[in-house]
């Protein structure tokens, strides 16, 4: 009878059992993954794959009559309707390289865009004076927003500045919440009519602080939206899609990324080019950051009458680790 090696008060008699078991172990490891190597494998449980799925969770949205019919006839539709040209005009390696070069000595300079359909962004402050990685941050979605203007807010109340934005034809609101010289909120109202939603922002990176980050170029991005699979998480995405153009540029090559996961959004900025038929090299432009959404209001920014869609409760809302809302 085989007795335990610990058991066993003889050094080399231990050694040589405790390599006999092991490799006899080895041996039925190797045997179990051959019967096992043409079965399927199983997929790993994560917390993505084994969430809550709640009573607003949509599976499949092109055949929701119900839903569809409520994404025609939101706030928010009006904002994607806007009417666009389709042609478009390649540009070469070479043209491409020397746009780049040029629209890099005019990084300073904000963008401005000659087609009226495309969305008006008016970026502010909630303080006077704020620190300088909160002015560069502003600057820095100006120049990621087309058509976006930095409005240095003096001693206007944000009341005050929404119906004067309407009057300017501007279709959104970015307002960027600040706390010990650090920005740490993002407040997006739509206009006319809104929603309004208010963001916790973190891991902040500006594109100077990213490793062999790029240079911006005034190219329409691409839009990509990932995971938003409830009726708030569509909404929430819907309402980012509104503040770009709806006909990128392709030949820019540079796309901007949503993507949802455990009810984090994470915010990345990308230039890819086709190495070949196969590969895509990728080139972060920054500034990368997430956002965590806080509330979801009706209508333009109200902080005394507003009527709240969905606030976060976090006692209630984080008991369960698979629950999630977006």
Same mark, same amino acid.
């Given at each position: 009878m085989a007795k335990n090696p610990s058991e066993i008060k003889n050094k080399e008699v231990r050694t040589k059992m405790y390599l006999a078991l092991k490799k006899e172990k080895l041996k039925a490891k190797k045997k179990l993954k051959? %019967?096992?190597?043409?079965? *399927?494998? +199983?997929?790993?449980?994560? $917390? %993505?794959?084994?969430?809550?799925?709640?009573e607003t969770f949509i599976s499949d949205i092109q055949n929701d009559q119900e839903i569809l019919f409520d994404l025609n006839t939101d706030e928010i539709s009006k904002h994607l309707k806007r009417e666009f040209d389709h042609e478009e005009k390649c540009m070469s390696q070479d043209e491409f390289e020397k746009s780049i070069q040029e629209e890099h000595d005019e990084l300073e300079e904000e963008s401005i865009s000659n087609n009226?359909?495309?969305?008006? $962004? @008016?970026? =502010? =402050?909630?303080?006077?004076? /704020?620190?300088?990685?909160?002015?560069?941050f502003c600057r820095e979605l100006s120049r990621i927003l087309p058509n976006a203007d930095y409005f240095y807010k003096k001693k206007v109340? @944000?009341?005050?500045?929404? *119906? %004067?934005? /309407?009057?300017?034809?501007?279709?959104?609101?970015?307002?960027?919440?600040?706390?010990?010289? +650090? *920005?740490?909120?993002?407040?997006?109202?739509?206009?006319?009519?809104?929603p309004t939603m208010n963001f916790k922002l973190s891991s902040l990176k500006l594109s100077d602080e990213i490793k062999g980050g790029g240079g911006f170029t005034k190219h329409k991005p691409e839009i990509i939206m990932n995971n938003f699979n409830t009726r708030l998480g569509i909404q929430i995405g819907r309402s980012f899609t509104t503040l770009f *153009? $709806?006909?990128? +540029?392709?030949?820019?090559?540079?796309?901007? =990324?949503?993507?949802? +996961?455990?009810?984090?959004?994470?915010?990345?900025?990308h230039r890819y080019i086709f190495r070949n038929a196969k590969k895509v090299g990728l080139q972060e432009l920054g500034p990368k950051f997430t956002l965590k959404l806080r509330s979801l209001q009706k209508g333009t920014f109200n902080s005394k009458f507003g009527e709240y869609e969905w606030v976060q409760k976090r006692h209630e809302m984080e008991s369960n680790r698979r629950q999630f809302s977006i």
């Open positions: 051959l %019967e096992n190597k043409d079965k *399927p494998k +199983q997929a790993p449980k994560t $917390i %993505e794959n084994c969430r809550v799925k709640d009226s359909n495309d969305p008006k $962004i @008016l970026i =502010t =402050t909630n303080d006077i004076k /704020i620190g300088y990685r909160t002015y560069k109340r @944000l009341s005050k500045i929404i *119906p %004067e934005a /309407i009057k300017r034809r501007y279709s959104a609101i970015i307002v960027v919440n600040e706390n010990r010289k +650090q *920005p740490d909120g993002l407040m997006i109202s739509l206009l006319p009519e809104g *153009p $709806i006909d990128p +540029q392709y030949e820019g090559r540079h796309c901007i =990324t949503f993507h949802n +996961q455990r009810d984090f959004i994470f915010f990345r900025h």
